[in-house]
Every structure is written in structure tokens, then in C-alpha cells.
């Protein structure tokens, strides 16, 4: 099984920018996509980006397009997202997960590893 460890959250202001970070260690991230999530307080998990293995294939959610990048180093089992413009809405925290290899990116249910999660608060 594969730890995930989500970093760089945190209090900004509407407009900054953050940058998470999710790092796996106990196993490599194989060759599976990887995604990030988000919950707010009283919603459900929501599906923010995910992306292949190679990089060259990702899929978001509308309300975060032109703003977040999804991008991951393979060498350093590693998975980030650049969060831009960053407003009160985006308030939540923010899981990274692996996926189970087959399967729609956007569907929480075939994620089979996630981390702790990490607090992202936007004021406005």
C-alpha cells in the first residue's frame, strides 16, 4: 500500500496563489493516474484534477479551469497543484489520491489511496 502526503496549505487572501504538493513513500506511484479532490464543510468530495502517468492527459473540474494545474514528477513520486486566483469558494481541504488503474478520473469511488488531506482557506 502507498502513503500519500499532501502539503502546502494554508490562509491566503482571494486572488493568491498556493502550490500542494502530495508525495507517496511505502510504494512508487506506478504507472496509475493520480487526482486531487476537495471537500468544503457540509459537502460532499469533489473532483478538482486528475492526470495519466505520462502527463500528458488531464481532466478538471470547470469551476477550477484556466486557474489550477495539474503536473507530477515520477522520480520523485510526486503530484502538485498550482492553484491561481485562488477565491473564498475554493475553500476546502484538499486530498491527493491514486487511482485504481481503470475507470473514470473523476469518480472518487476508483481512487483506492488517499492522504490526510491538507487545509486550503481563502478569504475574501
Known amino acids: 500500500q502507498v502513503q500519500l502526503v499532501e502539503s502546502g496549505g494554508g490562509l491566503v487572501q482571494a486572488g493568491a496563489s498556493l502550490r500542494l504538493s502530495c508525495t507517496a513513500s511505502?510504494?512508487?506511484?506506478?504507472?496509475?493516474?493520480m487526482g486531487w479532490f476537495r471537500q468544503a464543510p457540509g459537502k460532499g468530495r469533489e473532483f478538482v484534477e486528475a492526470?495519466?502517468?505520462?502527463?500528458?492527459?488531464?481532466d478538471y473540474t470547470n469551476s477550477v479551469k484556466g486557474r489550477f494545474t495539474i503536473s507530477r514528477h515520477n522520480a520523485k513520486n510526486s503530484v502538485y497543484l498550482q492553484m491561481n486566483n485562488l477565491k473564498p469558494e475554493d475553500t476546502a481541504v484538499y486530498y491527493c489520491?491514486?487511482?485504481?488503474?481503470?475507470?473514470?478520473?473523476?469518480?472518487?469511488?476508483?481512487?483506492?489511496?488517499w492522504g490526510q488531506g491538507t487545509q486550503v482557506t481563502v478569504s475574501s
Open positions: 489520491a491514486k487511482h485504481a488503474g481503470s475507470g473514470t478520473l473523476w469518480d472518487p469511488h476508483k481512487y483506492n489511496d
Open positions: 511505502g510504494r512508487a506511484l506506478d504507472t496509475t493516474p
Open positions: 492526470i495519466n502517468w505520462s502527463g500528458d492527459v488531464t
